[in-house]
């Protein structure tokens, strides 16, 4: 088998990261070796430094089993802070740059090892639009996936490549006709424009224009949550106020106990649930009051829409 042509396309994301390979008829989604279950084609975003004389990073599933146990040396939701050049532990030298080269090993270890053990050195990694190109997160992520072992690596917006993806399963389409893709993600929300062409060569937009990306996404709804939970039991983390280890602990505990709450309200009108190993709260919010809260974020994007459509000439939002 000749190597020179496997590509493997990594969906690296704020909170989870997925990927999938080229092959002869198509492309394979890559499954993740260590998660729980076999076929499971997410693995978090998430690293953890080991408490060893040379410490070590672990990704994944691996990384979660410490997320609660030792939340000092674990890291997550981290992908618009890459650009901090300084050590992320006072006992080495890891830096972000190294924890992203070591998540994108994982997947192309896992992608080789679904390849039956051959090679695959070519990358292409999404990127939010919020990165410029050529700019200081664009080239971390280049040099990170080079660390990571990918000889080629070619860089592509997220929401440039939804629309490719869009394009691709949307069937026939009229060559007068405009699709805007709304791209939110876990934490960045970019659109993109496909404007179709009778020419079988649809025009896709979506690279950097003014507006053309922002910092909104699902964690900030987690937040949000969290706010109003706190707002109404400001006590909560009064205990821990002497362990600030504890207290971190308390806070991932409580950001995915609200990030299950937003999942419930994606299918039901009310949550209402005790909060886990605190049994005197309980968290009560329906459909309507969860709308309302995220409301402003939501009328972001459309403004970002706006601005987009706007500077490549088209139509705004009505």
């Given at each position: 088998?000749?190597?020179?042509?496997?590509?493997?396309?990594?969906?690296?994301?704020?909170c989870f990261s997925s990927a999938a390979r080229r092959i002869p008829d198509g492309v394979a989604l890559v499954p993740c070796d260590s998660?729980?279950?076999?076929?499971?084609?997410?693995?978090?975003?998430?690293?953890?430094?080991?408490?060893?004389?040379?410490?070590?990073?672990?990704?994944?599933?691996e990384a979660e089993t410490y997320r609660l146990h030792d939340p000092e040396r674990f890291f997550a939701e981290f992908k618009l802070e890459i650009t901090d050049p300084d050590p992320l532990l006072p006992d080495s030298d890891?830096?972000?740059?190294?924890?992203?080269?070591?998540?994108?090993a994982d997947i192309r270890q896992d992608a080789i090892k679904d390849n039956n053990?051959?090679?695959?050195?070519?990358?292409v990694i999404t990127v939010p639009a919020i990165y410029l190109k050529d700019g200081a997160q664009w080239w971390i992520m280049q040099d990170a996936a080079r660390k990571a072992g990918f000889n080629k690596v070619e860089l592509m917006y997220e929401p440039q490549a939804a629309a490719f993806y869009y394009d691709h399963i949307a069937g026939?389409?009229?060559?007068?006709?405009?699709?805007?893709v709304y791209d939110l993600g876990g934490g960045t929300f970019d659109?993109?424009?496909?404007?179709?062409?009778?020419?079988?060569?649809?025009?896709?937009?979506?690279?950097?224009?003014?507006?053309?990306?922002?910092?909104?996404?699902?964690?900030?709804?987690?937040?949000?949550?969290?706010?109003?939970?706190?707002?109404?039991?400001?006590e909560f983390f009064d205990p821990y106020a002497r362990d600030p280890i504890k207290k971190t602990t308390a806070h991932f505990e409580l950001l995915a106990f609200c990030r299950h709450v937003k999942h419930i309200l994606s299918s039901k009108n009310v949550a209402?649930?005790?909060?886990?190993?605190?049994g005197q709260y309980h968290y009560r919010i329906n459909r309507a009051d969860f709308d309302e809260m995220i409301a402003p974020l939501i009328e972001q994007t459309f403004s970002a829409c706006d601005a987009f459509l706007k500077a490549h000439k088209k139509i705004g939002l009505n």
């Open positions: 088998m000749t190597t020179s042509k496997i590509w493997i396309g990594i969906d690296f994301g704020t998660a729980p279950n076999p076929k499971t084609y997410l693995v978090p975003t998430v690293a953890y430094i080991t408490r060893e004389p040379t410490p070590r990073i672990l990704t994944g599933y890891i830096t972000y740059k190294d924890l992203i080269a070591a998540i994108l053990d051959y090679a695959i050195d070519h990358a026939s389409t009229s060559p007068s006709d405009l699709t805007l659109p993109a424009l496909i404007e179709h062409s009778d020419t079988n060569k649809d025009h896709i937009f979506g690279l950097g224009a003014p507006g053309g990306g922002s910092v909104c996404g699902g964690i900030h709804f987690d937040h949000l949550l969290m706010g109003r939970f706190l707002e109404e039991y400001p209402d649930l005790p909060v886990p190993g605190h």
